[in-house]
């Protein structure tokens, strides 16, 4: 079993958003390049809101489903409602108990993508935060089926997120602002892609 505190919850969040605090500028310039260029000043905004959530939650499910709101509400564009929905089903899919197994956290981590698929309409390809997520989950399943202890899992998740970032730079984007650009969005990693690896190595550090 794997103890999910609403402390612990916490911490990754904070981790998250120093995080994109850090690589703001980067998310920006990405952004600026096949979007709108507001990616990073976007979740930067977001996570000093949740930042300012303070910690007086029951639980974590009851944390990140108000993460998830704070998210909707303060970030603006498509990523408010992405990242939103990804922590509310993600909190769904938790026991307020805060044990929850390697399968669990797998099931919950599907949910929260099955969201983003949901509210985005993208698929693999298209050059969005959903080439880097689905084989970041896909690597979390595939290495808890081998044995893997959660963080081992959460860090596979992590690199398979990374590989699934550094994809996008060569695929033109059917989705989005980026997708206006035709065969001109290829050269460019997406900021989206970025922003979700910044999640998952966030929660490799912190939630193992």
């Known amino acids: 079993?794997?103890?999910?505190?609403?402390?612990?919850?916490?911490?990754?969040?904070?981790?998250?958003?120093?995080?994109?605090?850090?690589?703001?500028?980067?998310?920006?310039?990405?952004?600026?390049?096949?979007?709108d260029a507001d990616h990073g000043s976007n979740m930067n905004r977001g996570m000093k809101a949740v930042c300012a959530l303070g910690s007086e939650f029951p639980d974590a499910p009851a944390l990140l489903k108000k993460v998830g709101m704070t998210l909707v509400n303060s970030v603006g564009g498509a990523s408010g409602p992405l990242y939103g929905t990804f922590f509310l089903r993600l909190a769904k899919e938790l026991p307020s108990s805060g044990d929850a197994t390697p399968e669990v956290w797998g099931k919950a981590l599907r949910a929260g993508l099955q969201g983003i698929l949901d509210r985005g309409k993208a698929k693999v390809g298209d050059k969005t935060m959903v080439d880097a997520l689905t084989p970041a989950v896909d690597a979390y399943d595939e290495a808890v089926t081998g044995g893997a202890e959660f963080g081992q899992a959460l860090q596979a998740a992590a690199a398979a997120c990374a590989e699934g970032r550094d994809s996008t730079v060569d695929l033109v984007a059917h989705k989005g602002r980026a997708s206006y650009l035709g065969e001109r969005s290829k050269g460019?990693?997406?900021?989206?892609?970025?922003?979700?690896?910044?999640?998952?190595?966030?929660?490799?550090?912190?939630?193992a």
């Open 1 to 35: 079993m794997t103890a999910l505190t609403a402390d612990k919850a916490a911490a990754w969040m904070a981790d998250f958003a120093a995080s994109i605090a850090e690589n703001a500028e980067l998310l920006t310039d990405l952004d600026r390049q096949i979007g």
């Open 188 to 207: 460019v990693q997406d900021p989206g892609a970025t922003s979700v690896t910044l999640l998952l190595e966030s929660a490799a550090r912190t939630l």
